[in-house]
């Protein structure tokens, strides 16, 4: 008996309203775009460096880790040229 008044429900014919089918589709909308800016508000917070200072501080970073690299790979590149010169 309980099966029967579960399916006439489902059978029934009856669509959701129009206000509902809208909140279906606006709800999962709303509660991203909320978890989606929440990180972005952390983020605004004013760092303690100005962007130019910052800049310049990658700048040397890299430029030193580039100098590591580069001065590896010259001095693999002048041992194989000093091999194949003999």
């Known amino acids: 008996m309980i099966k ?5 429900r489902s059978n029934s014919g009856q669509r959701p309203s129009f206000f509902w089918q809208g909140m279906m589709i606006l709800l999962p909308v ?10 972005c508000a952390k983020t605004s917070k004013p760092r303690n460096k100005p962007p130019a200072s910052r800049a ?4 040397q970073s890299l430029a030193g880790a580039m100098s590591v690299t580069a001065g590896d790979q010259l001095g693999e590149y002048q041992l194989v040229a000093n091999i194949l010169d003999r």
């Open 56 to 59: 310049a501080d990658n700048a």
């Open 4 to 8: 029967s008044i579960a399916m006439d």
């Open 30 to 39: 709303a509660v991203l775009a909320v978890v989606a800016l929440f990180p």
